[in-house]
């Protein structure tokens, strides 16, 4: 029977967690703050939740350099549910500014002061001519938010920017050249998943086809983070929206983190109403998944797992103490892991076959194939056993493209990068 220290675990998520986390985490189970009560007995309405919501937040803050007019909220749902959110919120941020803008045009200070009928007329015809949400497909999971924004919206109000499939063979693996994305004017978001679990594809850096026009207007730029957040810096005032799920590099399963940029939350860019909604045939959202809503209620609209913000909150404290320049520490230790392994996979050329384009490839979901021998399958369940009885586990690809696949998260230390690094030269020499 291993123990923890026996083993080094690469599974794409729920991640590897610290093991100083996990035992404060046991501990505060129990008996938390010497409450006599366990972390998740204590109320969402208490201080405790409070003040564990407030410094997991700040110290977000520190560690990314979010600057002040953004705001952090803890979400349920994961990454799918971002999928709709996404589209509901920030259909809901264009239909209030096309509204903001026939109101001027009307001579009117407010709904009331306008032509109802005219005013729902006018709106209908700029969303079936303008209405557009853009979405750059690079891998699954981009895929999976392009299909929902069209499933709520249809297909009329959705376009492909880009899709990865087109310039490699059917499959996913490149990026598109920026030159021949297909973006909208005045799109309600461009959305696009920075780094693709499943296919092993990271943009390298920010898309310079998303920066600001020449007039300095920015599009609103959505990203879904959810396996490379707290890896590397990322420009947060280029991004409209930021979301991830904590189970990769920020915790446990059970929270989905939103950066949002206060611009579009009340007083300055409230949602429509539903009946407004309603008259122009657009999706109201759930409650849960409103922006606004749980902004307003500092993410305690409804009963959120405490426990799990409170992990996030200890990796984040953890993060701090370990890299005094905060994230930029940990982007050079990432780099550095992902490097040893690349490299290690590039030495044997015969064996292995490291799935996307090099100019793409992921730092945190290193994926590859074992190409040794006449039978693929046979040879790479062969390097997952030896793997598992050397203490690497959770090597095994995505079930819908098969392979192996490292996920080089945060808690991966340098050590256990160097003994992937080092199967994977024993392995093709034996």
Same mark, same amino acid.
């Given at each position: ?12 998520? !729920?991640?590897?967690?610290?093991t ?22 204590? $109320? ?7 003040d ?29 549910g ?29 709904? =009331?002061?306008?032509?109802? =009928?005219?005013?729902?007329l ?8 303008e ?35 087109t ?14 994305w $297909? ?12 780094? =693709?679990? &499943?296919?092993?594809?990271e943009?390298?850096?920010? #898309?310079?086809? +998303?920066?600001?026009? $020449?007039?300095?207007? /920015?599009?609103?730029? &959505? ?10 810096? &990322? #420009?947060? =005032? ?8 904590a ?18 939350? !009340?007083?300055?860019? #409230? ?8 008259? +122009?045939?657009?999706?109201? !959202? ?51 892991k992902a490097?040893?392994i690349?490299?290690?996979l ?16 992921? /730092? ?25 009885a ?20 945060? $808690? ?19």
């Open positions: 029977m291993p123990s923890r220290a026996d083993i080094t675990y690469f599974g794409a998520g !729920p991640a590897l967690l610290p100083a986390v996990l035992e404060n985490a046991a501990q505060a189970l129990l008996n938390y703050n010497d409450t006599g009560l366990g972390i998740a007995e204590h $109320s969402h309405r208490s201080q405790y939740a409070s564990i919501i407030n410094q997991a937040k700040a110290d977000l803050a520190t560690y990314l350099d979010i600057p002040d007019d953004y705001d952090v909220l803890f979400m349920q749902g994961g990454g799918s971002e999928f709709s959110a996404t589209a509901y919120n920030l259909v809901g941020a264009w239909v209030s500014r096309k509204k903001a803008e026939i109101l001027k045009q009307m001579n009117a200070q407010s709904d =009331e002061e306008a032509n109802q =009928e005219r005013l729902v006018t709106l209908s015809k700029a969303i079936d001519t209405l557009k949400l853009d979405y750059l497909v690079t891998g699954g999971w981009s895929l999976k938010a392009y299909q929902e924004a069209g499933r709520l919206l249809g297909p009329e109000h959705t376009n492909l920017v880009a899709d990865a499939r310039v490699n063979q059917g499959k996913f693996g490149k990026i598109p050249s920026e030159s021949t $297909s973006l909208s004017k005045n799109a309600a978001m461009v959305y696009y998943c920075d780094n =693709e679990t &499943v296919d092993g594809v943009f390298p850096k920010f #898309p310079d086809a +998303l920066g600001p026009d $020449s007039n300095g207007v /920015r599009p609103i730029v &959505v990203a879904d983070m959810s396996s490379n957040i707290l890896s590397r810096r &990322v #420009p947060v =005032e280029n991004f409209s929206v930021i979301f991830f799920g189970q990769k590099n920020l915790g446990s399963t059970g929270v989905t983190v939103v950066i949002i940029k206060k611009s579009l939350l !009340p007083p300055a860019c #409230p949602q429509p109403s539903p009946a407004l909604m309603r008259k +122009l045939g657009l999706p109201v !959202p759930p409650v849960i998944l409103s922006y606004e809503t749980i902004a307003k209620n500092n993410s305690l609209y409804n009963t959120l797992s405490i426990f799990d913000v409170y992990i996030a909150g200890q990796v984040l404290k953890k993060l701090l103490q370990t890299f005094p320049d905060k994230v930029d520490g940990q982007q050079a230790l990432a780099n550095q490097e040893i690349y490299k290690a590039e030495t044997h050329p015969n064996t292995y076959r490291i799935v996307p384009d090099k100019s793409v490839r992921s /730092r945190m979901n290193i994926c590859f194939r074992v190409t040794v021998g006449s039978d693929m399958e046979s040879s790479e369940a062969n390097f997952l056993k030896s793997a598992t050397r203490g690497l586990t959770g090597l095994k690809g995505h079930r819908s493209v098969g392979g192996i696949r490292a996920s080089n998260y945060n $808690s991966i230390p340098l050590a256990g990068a160097q003994q992937l690094a080092d199967f994977i030269h024993l392995f093709a020499q034996t």
